[in-house]
């Protein structure tokens, strides 16, 4: 797109005439990335300042380089033109849009926020969506489904160039939806601006991300700017029976949908039954009643499904075709996800790593089976260290035995972090294991007949992180080996 057209209207300045017909490749905010004749735009971060990034996007090829008003100008060579704005973030997502040709306006976007079901909803949606016979992409925590790409999620929510031109490229496919999991971190940080959602999808609010958002009312904050920028052609589908979603309600300006358990609500579920295999109960709506039945364990799924439900209805779907993609779902990655195995217990892969997550989990589990459940857990590092005697509450009340280990410690020390768990216990029904690999072993060994082995904190994640390095780390892969290599009988 030439510079001149690119600027129109957002950028007021005369240009020099050799660049009013320079034709911009790429635009970014990362140097890290490709620049052949593109333009780089200076942001100053939460923990760097792009400006200090410059010379790497110079060589990287930006010819077209924008800086805030005020800054120090310095000289990168004939070739480079430098341009002021008052507000390098405003100009970025202006000139990011039309680059990218307003993509928002032509795929119906859905973007989906709460503290947990994100991801499994985005699931369901997708399947609804197939079973539909539409075209789907998805951006979320697991990875990004862009047609037939799948690309590695480094965020669950983009940056918003990112966002933009995936947005362009399910467009240019002629895909007609995107469902995105749209974080508390995202919202704050404007990634998601410029997208006009058709929906968006309020799960629960429960704690998590304090070390970022500092307070509750500030992360319900966050969440509530996406349901502040609906259109009133869009719809807001939330969770009746969450305190916070009664609070959305009175803020949310367009077309409502409600859904709940325990009160009364458009889409509500009934008849509820819960087994290890699955779960089958009635959604109750506007229309009528129809029965469910699906591989997902736990009250929690039933609200996950309601919400997909209720959107489902929405887009002017069948029940019976929400149904059959409901239905088609076998699992998602590292929720609640089993292990299948020749033993005689059974083992589960679960992402939660939160307190009200490894409360829904556990509470799941315990509905559905009287035996022992063995809980391998722990928590990140550099986050919200409150959360960690919290999580160590709910495992000591809700599971039979725990084995405390690491999860992604990042710069923290791994014994560190295990020393502030553990004081949440108030019996001694745990044991500590800083090794993780060698924690889930344990729990392994100590399994019996029957019983259950719930390995939370990770979920689909492949990898552990250190303060010094990354190292591979899938737990379905761990768990198998164990199983493949013990010399005992386990179970």
């Not at 996007?57 to 341009?83: C, E, H, Q």
């Not at 490229?169 to 974080?183: H, K, N, R, T």
């Not at 889409?267 to 009643?289: D, K, M, W």
């Not at 590092?381 to 999580?391: L, W, Y």
Request: aromatic share 8%; with cysteine; charged share 25%.
């Amino acid at each position: 797109m030439r510079l001149s057209e690119l600027l129109r209207g957002i950028y007021t300045k005369p240009l020099p005439a050799s660049y009013q017909d320079f034709e911009v490749c790429a635009i970014s905010c990362d140097s890290r990335e490709e620049q052949r004749d593109g333009l780089f735009v200076a942001l100053a971060g939460t923990t760097f300042n792009g400006e200090d990034f410059i010379r790497d996007a110079v060589v990287k090829g930006a010819k077209i380089i924008v800086i805030k008003n005020g800054s120090p100008i310095r000289t990168f060579g004939d070739d480079i033109n430098i341009l002021e704005v008052d507000d390098p973030k405003y100009f970025l997502h202006g000139i990011g849009q039309r680059f990218y040709g307003n993509p928002s306006g032509k795929i119906k976007s859905v973007g989906v926020t709460g503290t947990n079901g994100k991801t499994t909803i985005t699931y369901l949606i997708e399947s609804i969506i197939h079973a539909a016979s539409r075209r789907c992409g998805v951006i979320g925590t697991v990875n990004h489904r862009i047609g037939e790409k799948i690309i590695p999620a480094k965020n669950t929510t983009p940056g918003f160039l990112d966002n933009q031109r995936y947005l362009a490229q399910l467009a240019g496919l002629g895909i007609d939806y995107c469902v995105m999991e749209a974080s508390s971190h995202a919202l704050d940080q404007g990634r998601l601006d410029g997208i006009d959602f058709s929906a968006g999808i309020f799960t629960n609010l429960t704690q998590d991300h304090l070390d970022y958002h500092k307070t509750m009312e500030d992360y319900f904050k966050a969440k509530s700017l996406l349901f502040m920028s609906l259109s009133s052609e869009s719809v807001a589908i939330i969770n009746a029976d969450d305190v916070y979603g009664q609070r959305l309600l009175a803020l949310s300006r367009c077309k409502i949908l409600t859904y709940a358990i325990d009160r009364p609500a458009d889409v509500s579920a009934q008849n509820i039954t819960y087994h290890l295999s699955g779960s089958r109960f009635e959604i109750v709506f506007s229309l009528g009643r129809i029965k469910v039945q699906t591989r997902f364990i736990g009250k929690h799924n039933v609200y996950n499904i309601l919400a997909a439900f209720a959107w489902g209805l929405f887009q002017g779907f069948g029940p019976e075709v929400i149904r059959r993609g409901i239905e088609h779902l076998a699992h998602v990655p590292g929720r609640l996800d089993p292990v299948e195995n020749n033993r005689n217990f059974f083992i589960f892969v679960d992402y939660a790593h939160t307190e009200d997550g490894l409360v829904n989990v556990l509470r799941s589990l315990r509905a559905v089976s009287p035996e022992k459940i063995i809980l391998v857990f722990g928590c990140g590092g550099d986050r919200d260290r409150t959360k960690r005697p919290k999580m160590a509450r709910a495992a000591c009340t809700l599971a039979d035995f725990s084995i405390v280990t690491s999860d992604n410690p990042r710069s923290e020390d791994p014994q560190a972090i295990i020393n502030e768990i553990v004081p949440g216990f108030t019996k001694s029904n745990y044991e500590t294991c800083i090794d993780r690999r060698e924690a889930i072993g344990r729990a392994l060994k100590l399994a019996q007949k029957n019983q259950i082995v719930l390995i939370a904190g990770k979920g689909h994640e492949d990898y552990q992180i250190f303060k010094d390095r990354t190292i591979a780390f899938n737990e379905r892969e761990i768990v198998k080996e164990f199983l493949e290599t013990s010399k005992q009988p386990l179970g």
